[in-house]
């Protein structure tokens, strides 16, 4: 046994395996192997090059999570701006509290034909959803390994599959509250079709202090397209562990957007992985970070077949003692030609005591590609304050502007237009508290 | 308007102005001419208020009020405008929305209502046409990619704009060809009004054929050495700054 959070997810196993879905399967077997392996790896901690920002088993020993109780009766939204953030955008939505699917909260009516939604334990028996969860992309395994601790213990999630040539009428969004103080593992499988179309909002939202594991499998068949917007702003006495695999078919297309507003410390781990000729990837975000938050961007794309196209803009703000993290890896494989692969990322760093490290890499192994990558961290510029403020901009407002125009190239990546005024109009409010801070 | 009593400024531990004084009534054109390095700018700098020029001696008051008690927003609103030798660029950050933020942002501290896109759309269309500033550069991120003419001509915008009480134009002249120089004298000569002064910072005297001064003064090692009326500026113009650096030195 390697160290005590691990101790306690591997009691909470024993106690829960029975109760757990899929218990009358394959995935008994699955769970018990994925639960053997976490236990002989044991947390990731910072000796692990993939883990050198972000000690995960440091960050939960001191928190000790033990399973979020199911919140039972009324539950009520935090009064916050993240919180409806979406809430003027027609969409269905999913609501899941402490990481288990609130039907009373929920409206997802009228689904086109086609288009499958069902909670993660009724398609647990389905072939579809048993590769996905046996899936794995091994192009970062220090930090996919983690994932076993979700298959353990995953309770919960969405599975969306949508068939052949059909859209989703409007986007699907999955609301995610932490009520009450505990870990939750959540588990998402969604399937597109051969020219199925989807947009899915995601929010982590929450004042409690919670362990949210969330693991998202992707699969887009040959010309599909999914938009994929999250928005992440939870306590900070919480902590926020996603990992999002996205496989990509001939053709097919992932635009996506993730705004931290962070919590204590938060992961978000992005695996894409193109299987097919000619799709294309969009994986672009922006954070914004104050007090003692811990944000870690961890992104790894695999060009394995020829003339894809992947492009990634991380941008943002650090204040207080806050610390980012950016570690971004592109790999070109041999016979990946044609690839056009960019990744990006600017931190800027509104206090003297916030911290950036920023981490991308290129591993090329063809010849005839247009590769970039990109990394600068700074300060907001005092000839530009200066020049605003002698114009009779006050400070704030001036600091306020370049900052929001900085921010404002990611966000104009935002794959949709109202969430993309919805993400701008949370980045306002950022201020407005910082505002009220200083 | 402008009452500058000894003044010392400090840059870097160094000692630039040694003692300045300066009357400038409203109504007043006045020219600061000298040669480089003789802390032309740095006037200009410590009359706005940046940071890092130190005032270590003397006074300057501002139609009545302290000006160095004030910050460098409160002096802009209270109606001090430096037009910048180098204008910064600000990417990101529209020239539209830069200068409805800081119209507003000076109305807002005047007591007067901030003027919604619309009024704000036809005021400023009113104000760029005279001075060649079109819709399209209004669009652009502010200074970012602009000609040097350009820049020195969304200067002018701003100024025509925010209707301050002293101009103070540091190097206007440098780097624009005599087309873009006279378009921009013009814009200048246009806003010259009895309630208005401006302290016209120059190296060369050819800025001051079509901005035409009531008063030269020509600054030397920190200090103004000489004041005469505008024909001061073509005699300079014949002899050059060699007798002030030698005075200087």
Redesign the interface.
């Known amino acids: 046994m390697s160290d005590r959070a691990a101790q306690i997810f591997a009691e909470t196993y024993d106690r829960e395996r029975t109760a757990l879905p899929g218990t009358d399967g394959w995935l008994a077997r699955r769970r018990d192997a994925a639960l053997k392996s976490f236990v002989e790896a044991g947390l990731p901690h910072r000796r692990l090059e993939e883990w050198k920002y972000t000690d995960l088993r440091q960050v939960l020993e001191k928190a000790a999570f033990v399973p979020a109780p199911a919140h039972e009766g009324a539950v009520v939204l935090p009064d916050t701006a993240s919180a409806s953030a979406f809430a003027a955008i027609d969409r269905h939505l999913l609501v899941f509290v402490n990481g288990r699917h609130r039907a009373d909260l929920s409206k997802a009516v009228r689904l086109p034909k086609g288009v499958e939604l069902h909670a993660l334990a009724d398609v647990l028996h389905e072939q579809w959803a048993k590769e996905l969860v046996e899936r794995r992309f091994d192009d970062a395994r220090q930090s996919e390994n983690i994932v076993d601790l979700n298959t353990a213990l995953m309770r919960d999630g969405v599975a969306l599959r949508i068939r052949k040539g059909i859209r989703l009428d409007k986007p699907l969004h999955l609301l995610f509250l932490a009520a009450d103080d505990g870990a939750s593992h959540t588990r998402n499988l969604i399937l597109l079709e051969e020219g199925a179309e989807a947009t899915i909002f995601e929010s982590h939202i929450g004042e409690a202090a919670a362990f949210a594991d969330i693991v998202t499998d992707v699969s887009l068949g040959d010309n599909a397209r999914l938009s994929h917007v999250k928005l992440q702003d939870e306590a900070a006495g919480a902590v926020h562990l996603a990992t999002l695999r996205t496989r990509l078919a001939a053709k097919s297309h992932l635009s996506s957007f993730t705004l931290t507003l962070g919590c204590g410390v938060s992961r978000m781990q992005n695996f894409i992985l193109f299987a097919g000729e000619g799709a294309e990837v969009h994986a672009n975000g922006a954070y914004a970070l104050r007090a003692a938050q811990h944000a870690d961007q961890f992104c790894v794309i695999d060009h394995a077949t020829p003339d894809c196209t992947s492009h990634t803009l991380f941008k943002g703000v650090l204040d207080g003692a806050s610390e980012g993290v950016f570690q971004g890896k592109v790999i070109v494989r041999p016979h990946a030609q044609k690839t056009d692969g960019r990744q990006m990322t600017h931190a800027l760093l509104l206090s003297r005591d916030a911290a950036m490290n920023a981490k991308p890499e290129l591993e090329i192994y063809a010849d005839d590609v247009q590769c970039a990558h990109g990394s600068t961290v700074g300060e907001i ?4 304050i ?10 704030t ?2 600091r306020q ?2 900052v ?3 921010l ?2 990611a966000l104009a990546l935002v794959p949709h237009e109202m969430a993309r005024d919805a993400l701008k109009l949370l980045i306002k409010g950022w201020f407005a508290d910082e505002g009220g801070r200083s | 308007m402008l009452e500058i009593k000894n003044l010392h400024v400090t840059v870097d531990g160094k000692e630039i102005l040694k003692g300045i004084d300066l009357h400038v009534r409203a109504g007043e054109v006045h020219a600061i001419m000298g040669p480089n390095g003789s802390g032309k700018s740095t006037l200009s700098y410590a009359l ?4 890092g020029y130190g005032v270590t001696e003397g006074s300057v008051r501002f139609k009545g009020r302290d000006l160095l008690e004030m ?3 409160e ?3 209270a109606g001090i ?2 037009a ?1 030798q180098y ?2 660029e ?4 529209t020239t539209m ?2 200068l409805k ?2 119209l507003n ?2 109305r807002k ?1 005047r007591g007067e209502d901030e003027l919604d896109a619309v009024r704000f759309l036809k005021l400023v269309r009113e104000k760029a046409k005279p001075i060649n500033v079109t819709d399209e550069m209004l669009k652009r ?1 502010l200074n970012v990619g602009f000609s040097g003419g350009e820049k020195k001509r969304a200067e002018i915008l ?1 100024m025509a704009l ?1 209707e301050p009480s002293l101009a103070v134009l540091d190097e206007t002249d440098s780097g624009l060809d005599i087309d873009a120089l006279k378009t921009v004298a013009a814009g200048v000569n246009a806003l010259r009004s009895p309630e208005r002064a401006m302290l016209v910072i120059t190296h060369y005297q050819r800025l001051l054929d079509y901005i035409v001064p009531d008063m030269v003064h020509v600054l030397s090692g920190g200090r103004i050495v000489r004041s005469g009326g505008k024909e001061l500026a073509h005699e300079l113009e014949k002899s050059g700054y060699a007798a002030y650096d030698a005075d200087a030195a």
């Open positions: 510029s005092r000839d530009a200066f020049y605003l403020r002698s114009r009779g901009i006050p400070e407002q001036a502007l370049l929001s125009a900085f404002d190239e | 706005a208020g940046r940071e910050d460098v927003d002096r802009a609103a405008f430096l910048f204008p910064i600000i990417p990101g950050v929305t830069f933020t800081a942002a000076q501290v991120a701003q925010l």
